[in-house]
RNA sequence: GCCUCCGUAGCUCAGCGGAUAGAGCGCCGGCCUCCGGAGCCGGAAGCGCAGGUUCGAGUCCUGCCGGGGGCGCCA
């Protein structure tokens, strides 16, 4: 039980609970102690009684030997100081854990994760990053906590643009057989179909046509359809594999996957009194929701030319998540404009009666990535960047800073870190603001190895394992105690100690900023510590060996960290 | 017009209803003949505005101002 929240929570319960039964003690980091309770201010007033007084009479109730001292101050807080001697026991125990010591979450659940889901026929680009690397880490962090992961790449390959580019492709006469189909570069492709749609009427009707004839299961249709989107997920793969993203084409479950359900889902809907034709169209109007006009807003599910478009899907796709794969837990993480739409798919499952009390739906929504001059991120040609272009600049910059730092690494060192540091410092720049707010994407911040960024904490890390290199060991001594006497090994000590309590946070708010900022004061704290506390130099063989356990514990926990953010931290650099 | 997100230091960002609002970069002043300078220690500088709820509000509610996004057959 090494989480120091966690244990003094517990001990302080009975206390709070011998006043008013089920009262939260609010144990908070603090600024003035390691932490403090603020609970008595609130219980007190419901009583009536003077909050100082009642503070002291729960402090003197609460047991908390060998764990903390406790003293009031101010209006009625409980100042909470560890001991020392916990602290110690604590580094110990977690420095030995290939967990460090967090447990897994007491209840599991099977989640179907909704991310990166990139539409077929065009290459990902920057607005696919985060979502693409927030929900890999989202990902990471559920299955530490032993949550099974179903992760579901949605991509959208089912639409209206599906026409145009099978009468394109038909046009050139492509060759479709795997061996034989490329269309190279997708973009480009993409852009050559959309002008001849937006041009030529009769190609435009024609392109129309067709995605009837495709969605209704014509064979020289499908099998040009399935060579672009075979296609396609070869370059997803190729830019998760250099992200590092974890998602596999077996992750891959399409709008089109959902084809066969669809009239289903009319069925539940139909049978649950939700449809009403309007203009022609299938839909549900949900409550809640209005147009421009004040009019109810209605959630597409047929069109009204047959069609079903993303709304059709996404209902279909929720009830198969619940239905078929048992997921309790729905999560997509998808950007922030589509939050009404989410709002509205789940009002109209839950209507329908696809989502039954244990199931939880979110939407993990997140805000879009801005250039210097703070609108959306663009090219010189005023294009918006392609991904692979833009991580293949990152990991170009990453060298040169490696260069510049003239450390005389080899060929395939170099190459190896680039990437590392390249890719680092992309995704940690994503991660760690804010999910809801946009961010400006600032090359030479992300890149700096001082201040708030990837390349500072895999530096921490690396030169951490320097220390064990340097004394040609692994680690500290099996079973080496600890001492804390030093207030920056106090300080560093407790810091680890929060490890658990910092991931928690993170899980429970899908906020990975907050796994980047613990981490960031991680690194903080190590650096003050091994500027005050001589390690290998330290003044006799006890205290180095317990300051190596520090180091250890810091470096694993890092590493650790930033495995879960989807970094790597390389042993050298 | 309605809905929604955002507005915190010069800049980029933290801040789970609690005490004196933090960090990074930049700026100013010290320290270190140092285990790879990722320096270390200190300083100046800030909650868009107005009400309300609360013992306590950057945080919750209402209104306003400013910015982004969304609002019927695209995804």
């Known amino acids: 039980m090494p989480d120091p929240a966690g244990a003094l929570r517990e001990r302080l319960q009975p206390a709070f609970d011998a006043v008013v039964p089920g009262s939260d003690p609010v144990v908070r980091p603090s600024d003035r102690a390691d932490y403090q309770a603020n609970g008595v201010m ?4 419901s009583l009536g009684r003077p909050p100082r007084e009642l503070a002291q009479q729960i402090a003197d109730a609460a047991d908390l030997a060998g764990l903390a001292s ?12 560890l001991d020392d001697a916990y602290l110690a026991t604590a580094v110990e125990v ?15 659940h099977r989640v179907a994760l909704d991310y990166s889901s990139p539409g077929v026929g065009k290459e990902l680009h920057v607005g696919h990053l985060r979502g693409t690397v927030i929900g890999d880490s989202l990902a990471r962090l559920l299955r ?17 643009p599906f026409g145009m580019l099978i009468e394109h492709l038909r046009d050139l006469g492509v060759d479709a057989s795997p061996e034989g189909f490329s269309v190279g570069d997708l973009d480009a492709f993409y852009k050559e179909a959309r002008s001849k749609f937006d041009a030529d009427e009769s190609f435009a009707e024609r392109s129309r046509q067709r995605v009837v004839a495709l969605q209704h299961g014509d064979e020289e249709a499908l099998t040009l359809w399935r060579a672009l989107v075979n296609e396609s997920i070869r370059h997803f793969d190729g830019v998760y594999r250099l992200l590092d993203i974890r998602l596999q084409p077996e992750d891959v479950a399409g709008e089109s996957a959902y084809n066969d359900q669809l009239d289903a889902v009319v069925a539940d809907l139909e049978r649950a009194g939700l449809l009403v034709e309007s203009d022609g169209a299938l839909c549900v109007f949900p409550e809640g929701f209005t147009n421009r006009e004040g009019d109810p807003l209605p959630i597409i599910v047929r069109k009204r030319d047959g069609g079903y478009g993303y709304a059709a899907t996404d ?33 109209v499952a839950a209507a329908a009666g696809w989502v039954p009390e244990s199931v939880v739906t979110a939407h993990i929504a997140f805000g879009s990535i801005l250039g210097e001059d703070h609108k959306p991120l663009k090219t010189r040609e005023g294009e918006t960047p392609r991904l692979m272009d833009l991580l293949q600049e990152a990991v170009d910059r990453a060298g040169t800073a490696l260069d510049e730092r003239g450390a005389g690494y080899d060929e395939g060192e170099r190459a190896y870190l680039a990437e590392a540091i390249g890719i680092g410092s992309v995704k940690y720049a994503d991660l760690s603001t804010e999910r809801l707010r946009d961010y400006v994407f600032d090359w030479d911040r992300m890149l700096s190895f001082e201040g708030d960024t990837g390349p500072y904490l895999a530096y921490a890390h690396a030169r951490i394992r320097s220390i064990f290199r340097r004394l040609g060991r692994d680690g500290p001594q099996p079973g080496a105690a600890v001492t804390v006497t030093e207030p920056q090994e106090r300080a560093l000590a407790l810091a680890l100690l929060r490890f658990e309590e910092s991931l928690a946070g993170t899980l429970e708010h899908f906020a990975p900023h907050r796994l980047c900022g613990y981490l960031f004061g991680i690194a903080q704290a190590f650096s003050s510590f091994y500027e005050h506390c001589s390690v290998l130099r330290a003044p006799d063989e006890v205290t180095r060996e317990s ?27």
Request: with cysteine.
């Open 315 to 347: 209902l279909a796709a929720l009830r198969d998540r619940v239905d078929r794969l048992g997921c309790d837990r729905l999560y997509y993480v998808v950007g922030a404009p589509q939050s009404q739409h989410f709002e509205m798919v789940f009002r």
């Open 547 to 573: 300051r190596l356990v520090l180091c250890d514990a810091t470096a694993k926990t890092l590493s650790l960290g930033l495995s879960l953010l989807g970094i790597e931290a390389p042993e050298r650099m």
């Open 94 to 108: 977690v420095g030995r854990d290939v967990r460090l010591g967090v447990a897994e979450a007491p209840e599991r």
């Open 144 to 160: 530490f906590f032993g949550h099974e992961v179903i992760p579901r790449n949605h991509l959208g390959d089912w639409g209206t």
């Open 70 to 81: 406790v003293e009031v101050a101010g209006p009625g807080f409980l100042n909470l100081t």
């Open 42 to 45: 609130a219980i007190a007033k």
